[in-house]
């Protein structure tokens, strides 16, 4: 498909606006804006002719790679305001990074449909929780031993990994549901962002490698330099406006948003983006 001066001028605005976005979803909820990023890149890819066998891995991987420093400065907005949990921080990091590898191996061989149908699941659930489990949904007032924490570590990694995401989403359901406060989930889930989204990025880059006949110009394994140059600075500088603001919402109106923000996120990719 040829573009047009006026489809690229507009491509180019949307990919921009998208680095606002997904910069104040960031420190806001304490994601690295993936949901949003990922459909984004999606048509960006389609309309530069990218084959749709590798479209929506190059899409996720480049999303990782975009949100490692919007990720770093969001936490370390909210680790000065001393909200983060460190023990569930040391107790998922090295589980999460096993799940992440997993997940990239998989998604090598995955067709795209998987990506899709695991965020819309999980993002979906997510939101159900947020919206009618309030208090009510628990699974107990203190975090679980350490094979249930590992257990978690690593599913989130592989969430990750499949969705494109930095595991905000998974990190604030799990945290809630042991009663932490919707403040500590997303400052804790900006934590764990940094290291999933570095070693998602690196573990795309490398699983992209054998099919980069396939991939467009300026592409390291399935991670796009270009989408990379354009979005991370815009959405890195943006991350901490939304961290600020993030401690100046009311509980439930955050929750809210947050499960709002994830039933959108989650139907878009039902609905597919071609």
């Keep these: 498909m040829n573009a047009s001066f006026a489809d690229l001028a507009g491509l180019a605005a949307g990919v921009i606006a998208t680095g606002v976005v997904s910069g104040l979803l960031a420190g806001l909820f304490g994601i690295g804006g993936g949901a949003i990023i990922v459909p984004v890149l999606y048509e960006a890819f389609r309309l530069l002719g990218v084959p749709g066998a590798v479209r929506m891995q190059l899409c996720v991987g480049t999303s990782l790679a975009i949100i490692v420093p919007t990720a770093l400065r969001s936490y370390r907005t909210h680790r000065a305001r001393g909200l983060v949990l460190r023990e569930a921080l040391r107790a998922w990091t090295m589980p999460a990074i096993a799940g992440v590898a997993a997940g990239s191996i998989a998604a090598a061989f995955a067709p795209p449909g998987l990506f899709k149908a695991a965020f819309a699941l999980i993002a979906g659930l997510i939101a159900v929780k947020l919206l009618f489990g309030g208090d009510r949904w628990t699974l107990g007032s203190d975090l679980p031993g350490p094979s249930a924490m590992r257990a978690y570590g690593f599913a989130i990694g592989l969430g990750s990994s499949l969705m494109g995401i930095s595991g905000g989403s998974l990190v604030t359901m799990i945290l809630t549901l042991y009663r932490k406060s919707i403040h500590q989930a997303v400052a804790t889930a900006a934590g764990l962002g940094v290291p999933i989204t570095i070693a998602g990025a690196a573990g795309y880059a490398i699983a992209g490698l054998p099919r980069l006949a396939?991939?467009?110009?300026?592409?390291?394994?399935?991670?796009?330099?270009?989408?990379?140059?354009?979005?991370?600075?815009?959405?890195?500088?943006?991350?901490?406006?939304?961290?600020?603001?993030?401690?100046?919402?009311?509980?439930?109106?955050?929750e809210v948003a947050f499960a709002l923000f994830l039933l959108l996120a989650a139907t878009r990719f039902l609905a597919g983006f071609a």
């Design 214 to 254: 396939l991939l467009p110009p300026l592409s390291l394994g399935f991670v796009s330099i270009i989408g990379l140059v354009m979005i991370a600075p815009v959405s890195s500088f943006v991350a901490p406006f939304g961290a600020r603001l993030a401690h100046r919402v009311p509980r439930r109106r955050l």
